[in-house]
């Protein structure tokens, strides 16, 4: 557990919080069409 694990946790925790921020994205998105589709 040197440098590399840091790293290696590192971009993990940057693909996490990126796929995270994707996903509730496109639940806002879906929400607006629903809302959108009412009107």
Not at 4 to 26: E, P
């Amino acid at each position: 557990m040197g440098c590399g694990h840091c790293v290696q946790a590192c971009k993990f925790d940057a693909i996490r919080l990126n796929y995270s921020r994707k996903s509730v994205d496109s639940v806002i998105n879906r929400i607006e069409e629903l809302v959108d589709y009412k009107n």
